[in-house]
């Protein structure tokens, strides 16, 4: 299956001064159409980082989401980064820069000409009704820190990335997960193909455990969930979604 990598660039993540809302979203949406999310990296804003770890997750993976750094000020070095990732020249996109003139109904000042440029050799596709498009070098997709904006741009392009969606199941148990730990390797031996995640909740009263089953073949996951409830107590599931 297709694996990807986020990257998130912005020194105000990494002060604790914004919390990254991308990266979650972007999980979420790109296990949904199949992607591997393999890795997340937070980054400052320094050319030589963005550079170095663009390039290794070009490599590592089949796509690279990268999310920051885009805009009009000083630090907004991303496309500087990306364009020394692979050698290439940063330049003036005269498409961006008309997209901007029709879309205030003036000619763009400097700064905001700085969002014009780009790697050369960029690819430009559309981003729906917003006049900045998604940028796209080798396999690497620029998006822009702002929430509201990186997902406008990913759903105009995500069926770029449909694959083989995962399938979930959730079990809560009211057991505690010492209790059930044995049945939970009993399964997986049985179903070694299986995606099994449990997690404790603390402070909850309908249950104390949260399974996660997951698997992209529904007759497998459907069999190993039987397997499992089969194992436990009846009284101590309390729900199953």
């Known amino acids: 299956m297709s694996t990807a990598g986020i990257l998130i ?8 001064k914004v919390t990254d ?16 999310v ?5 980054i400052p804003d320094v050319i030589e980082t963005i550079a170095a770890e663009t390039r290794a997750m070009s490599e590592a ?7 920051g750094g885009i805009g ?16 290439r020249k940063i330049e003036r996109s005269e498409s961006i820069a008309g997209r901007m003139e029709r879309a205030q109904g003036k000619p763009p000042n400097e700064s905001q000409l700085k969002m014009a440029m780009v790697p050369e050799d960029s690819r430009l596709v559309d981003a729906g009704d917003l006049w900045f498009p998604v940028v796209i070098v080798e396999n690497v997709h620029i ?20 694959g083989v969606p995962v399938l979930l199941k959730r079990v ?14 009993e399964l997986l031996e049985e179903f070694p193909e299986l995606m099994l995640g449990s997690y404790p909740k603390i402070g ?6 949260l399974l996660t089953l997951e698997s992209r073949d529904a007759g497998y996951l459907q069999e190993a969930l039987d397997s499992l409830l089969s194992r436990l107590p009846k009284e101590s599931v309390t729900k199953v979604e």
């Open 172 to 185: 809560y148990v009211k057991l505690r997960e010492s209790d059930i730990a044995h049945s939970l390797n």
């Open 204 to 209: 909850e009263e309908s249950f104390h455990v």
């Open 61 to 67: 993976y089949d796509y690279v989401f990268t999310s």
């Open 72 to 87: 009009p000020t000083h630090d907004d070095l991303t496309m500087d980064g990306i364009a020394l990732a692979f050698g």
């Open 38 to 42: 393999e890795r997340i990296l937070t």
């Open 9 to 16: 660039i912005g020194n105000e993540i990494l002060s604790g």
């Open 21 to 36: 809302t991308n990266s979650p979203y972007l999980c979420r949406e790109l296990r949904a159409l199949g992607v591997d």
């Open 143 to 162: 998006f822009p820190g702002i929430p509201e904006l990186l997902r406008k741009k990913f759903e105009s392009i995500r069926a770029r990335f449909r």
